[in-house]
Nanobody, 121 residues
Framework: VQLQASGGGLVQAGGSLRLSCVAS????????MAWFRQAPGKEREFVAT????????YYTDSMKGRFTISRDNAKNTVYLQMNSLEPEDTAVYCC???????????????WGQGTEVTVSS
């Protein structure tokens, strides 16, 4: 499966962005989807994941309540709505696909290119 992320940009602190990730193929609903991010000089970290049906979602604690992951299986797309953005959220955000609901990047087999998010103070 190929993944294409978009929606990043420059936003002021307190603002919002919605990231999108479109997947190729006809079996999108079979994949668990996730968002990870990597800030400059830091390791890639888990942001959120969603099951194939969309019924289960998990977040990193620091993002819970501010970020919402969702998916539209008819459009082969997963979204990340980000509200109340902080400068610490500045990173390259990547989407990933796998077969298990997990926080570990090793569980995801397919990765899209990143989309850059910059939050100014």
């Amino acid at each position: 499966v190929q993944l294409q992320a978009s929606g990043g940009g420059l936003v002021q602190a307190g603002g919002s962005l919605r990231l999108s990730c479109v997947a190729s193929g006809r079996t999108f609903r079979n994949y668990v989807m996730a968002w990870f991010r990597q800030a400059p000089g830091k390791e890639r970290e888990f942001v959120a994941t969603i099951s194939g049906s969309g019924s289960r979602t998990y977040y990193t604690d620091s993002m819970k309540g501010r970020f919402t992951i969702s998916r539209d299986n008819a459009k082969n797309t997963v979204y990340l709505q980000m509200n109340s953005l902080e400068p610490e959220d500045t990173a390259v955000y990547c989407c990933a696909a796998g077969s298990l609901v997990a926080r570990s990047r090793e569980q995801y087999n397919y990765w899209g290119q990143g989309t850059e998010v910059t939050v100014s103070s």
